[in-house]
């Protein structure tokens, strides 16, 4: 049978026979030339230590998701002479770290998917608490992202990671004068760059305590991060009803189920601040009003 397979008159193959316990494979290489057949060689396999970290993580960390504003600056540093926008980027980047520093009134950060409802939401509070309205990546890069997104991806996520920090500036300016509320942070950011590289199933993700979901030690941090949830198919139907036209990874979402499931886990994994889930299936009124009773448990507003 394996001449047949191999169509050749010499071949080499491996056999291998488990311990009992399975703990201890023997592996026996063989040899055939003609009709002879013999082994030449025979190892002790044994079963290897779960590692400490899934391989994954060597991928994730300062290569797709940055954690700190080093990290990401040096990236974009590198690449000024080769993509010239960079250097504008920074410029930008080493006006706002002069001031990050969180006012007294409190930040509340609305996440989510695209027809979650966060342009609702975030526009509704804004009234409400006479607050100011911030997104992010800012303003300010718009004029730069579709040359970025054109990049791979070490490149294009140390340009969002920078777009947080940038944002970081403006929340810390307008959190001294009145509540802020922000349309997607860093929370976004690592979300889909983690489900984006990380393969396979939803079990692929890295564990729930994985230093991947860690918030950026030199990032502002919001008072409250509110994480919009709907179901896969009411998302559908606003989005039809939209009539925009869709983003790279918008289009992702759609058509791939497993990857809006592992940005949704993703989400929910990202610790210090965590995300509080609420499901915005329901009238715009009625989630409004969930979200101003978190506001006034979380933020004393």
Request: with cysteine; net charge negative.
């Amino acid at each position: 049978m394996l001449k047949d397979l191999v169509k050749s008159e010499e071949f080499h193959l491996c056999t291998y026979v488990s311990s009992e316990d399975g703990k201890l494979w023997q592996q026996c290489v063989w040899s055939q030339r003609g009709k002879e057949c013999t082994e030449v060689a025979k190892h002790y396999i044994t079963v290897a230590a779960k590692p400490e970290y899934h391989p994954t993580l060597l991928n994730i960390i300062n290569t797709v998701v940055y954690y700190s504003f080093e990290d990401a600056y040096r990236v974009l540093q590198e690449c000024k002479e080769c993509i010239p926008e960079s250097k504008e980027v920074l410029e930008l980047a080493d006006q706002c770290m002069k001031n990050s520093t969180k006012g007294r009134f409190p930040v509340i950060v609305i996440e989510g998917l695209d027809a979650t409802g966060k342009t609702t939401l975030t526009q509704s509070l804004q009234e409400i608490l006479r607050g100011a309205l911030l997104r992010s990546p800012p303003g300010c890069l718009s004029q730069w992202r579709a040359r970025f997104d054109a990049e791979p991806p070490l490149i294009r996520r140390a340009f969002y990671a920078l777009g947080n920090y940038i944002s970081a500036c403006d929340i810390a300016r307008e959190s001294a004068k009145s509540p802020v509320i922000v349309d997607r942070y860093w929370h976004s950011t690592a979300a889909y760059a983690i489900a984006t590289e990380v393969g396979g199933t939803l079990e692929s993700l890295p564990s729930s305590h994985s230093e991947v979901y860690r918030w950026p030690r030199d990032l502002l941090t919001p008072d409250l991060v509110v994480l919009l949830t709907v179901r896969p198919e009411e998302r559908a139907r606003r989005l039809l009803a939209r009539g925009v036209e869709k983003t790279r990874e918008e289009a992702e979402l759609e058509a791939n189920n497993l990857f809006r499931q592992k940005v949704e886990e993703a989400y929910r994994r990202i610790q210090d601040p965590a995300c509080v889930v609420i499901d915005a299936s329901p009238s715009k009124e009625e989630v409004l009003s969930e979200v101003l009773l978190l506001i006034q448990k979380h933020c004393n507003l």
